[in-house]
């Protein structure tokens, strides 16, 4: 465990938590519904995705 996770409020904690529930939402649903065969093809896909969100949300 990093210590800056250690030394995160509660709030920033569940915050980060949060953000990872969506993301392995984002990679379930991607593998459930895609054909995509390559690791590398699954991991830029959900990259980009990913990279949206955020961009979204500092936006």
């Known amino acids: 465990m990093s210590d800056s996770f ?3 409020s509660n709030e ?3 915050e980060v938590a949060e953000q990872r529930i ?3 939402k984002t990679l379930i649903t991607h ?3 895609s ?3 390559s690791r ?3 991991v830029d896909f959900v990259e ?3 990279s ?3 961009k979204t949300k500092a936006a």
Do not use: P
């Open 52 to 54: 949206d969100r955020k």
């Open 22 to 24: 969506i993301e392995l």
């Open 40 to 42: 590398r093809a699954t």
């Open 35 to 37: 054909n995509i065969s």
């Open 12 to 14: 920033e904690k569940i």
């Open 48 to 50: 980009t995705i990913l």
């Open 31 to 33: 593998w459930k519904t």
């Open 6 to 8: 250690i030394s995160m």
